[in-house]
């Protein structure tokens, strides 16, 4: 891990009580979800990470303690560092406070963590759905959402009467 990436993972572990695993030269830091607001904050305002890169989540069902993981991606420009910030979130209810104060891209990012994986961004200021219609039923990217199996919708540019002979070279 680079030097300066050790001091601001050691000044979050001890502002903020957080877990560091390392891979590869890369800290990915687990915070509680009451303190993803202040951690992030931190990061923009004192140590630099001026861009939230991306925003999503994992489902490791079928186990519930935790079974989300909330990812953020936060990228300093200006020292040319690269964080990820993971989130524990229960399988109940699964609910962390909004980041979009923080970080303005995380508004419609986090629309897309509720609307695919149903996590709840408390005190989001437009939660609406944004990439499934309004009356859709479920959030897809949940491992436990149930599979239809449905033919595709779309036909590789022939019909039904298009019988595919092979050639003389096949």
């Known amino acids: 891990m680079d030097n ?3 001091k601001i993972v050691k000044t ?3 502002d903020f009580g957080a877990g560091v695993d390392e891979f590869r030269g890369e800290a990915h830091v687990s915070v509680p979800a009451q303190r993803i607001v202040a951690t992030l904050s931190r990061l923009r305002d004192k140590l630099g990470f001026e861009l939230l890169s991306s925003l999503t989540a994992v489902d490791y069902w079928p186990k519930e303690a935790p079974r989300f993981h909330v990812v953020y991606l936060l990228t300093s420009v200006s020292q040319n560092l690269s964080l990820t910030i993971r989130v524990p979130v229960n399988g109940d209810q699964p609910e962390v406070p909004t980041v979009s104060g923080v970080y303005d891209s995380a508004n419609w990012r986090e629309r897309e963590v509720w609307d695919m994986f149903g996590i709840r961004f408390l005190g989001h200021p437009d939660p609406r759905r944004i990439l499934m219609p309004t009356d859709w039923e479920g959030h897809p ?3 436990d959402y149930p ?4 033919e595709p919708q779309f036909t590789f540019n022939f019909d039904e009467t298009d019988v595919r002979k092979p050639s003389p070279k096949e």
């Open 4 to 6: 300066k990436l050790e």
């Open 147 to 150: 599979l239809g199996y449905e």
């Open 12 to 14: 979050l572990q001890a």
């Open 141 to 143: 990217l949940r491992k």
